[in-house]
């Protein structure tokens, strides 16, 4: 059994930061890619950023380039993510997956998600 937990969403305004975590738990016989996916309401669910085993790898995806940065605690498998200059358009809710890296990825196990509102 795999439960990954995210936290850290809530409302902020445009402009503002929000730091995302997530956590995963349950027998790992190693460390997963992991990745952040989000979803908007009536939209489809988009890719937003990955990161390697070992943190050295880091994909995004355009809109949030230079705005989000995922890292991970090293050895463990939890994964944060810097959220800044946010926008309205980065509301929706995200979600933890595993394994991923880049866009390309299809995850196994993913979380319920935590809601993040930024508002004009």
């Known amino acids: 059994q795999v439960e990954l937990v995210e936290s850290g969403g809530g409302l902020v305004n445009t402009g503002d930061s929000l730091r995302l975590h997530c956590t995963a738990s349950?027998?790992?016989?190693?460390?997963?890619?992991m990745g952040w996916f989000r979803q908007a309401p009536g939209k489809k669910r988009e890719f937003v950023a990955g990161?390697?085993?070992?943190?050295?790898?880091?994909n995004y995806a355009e809109s949030v380039k230079g705005r989000f940065i995922i890292s991970r605690d090293k050895g463990e498998n939890t994964v944060h993510m810097q959220m800044n200059s946010l926008r309205p358009e980065d509301t929706a809710r995200y979600y933890c997956?595993?394994?991923?890296?880049?866009?390309?990825?299809?995850?196994?196990?993913w979380g319920l998600g935590t809601l993040v509102t930024v508002s004009s």
């Open positions: 997956e595993i394994p991923c890296a880049d866009s390309r990825c299809l995850p196994t196990y």
């Open positions: 349950g027998r790992f016989g190693s460390t997963y890619t």
């Open positions: 990161i390697s085993r070992n943190g050295e790898n880091i």
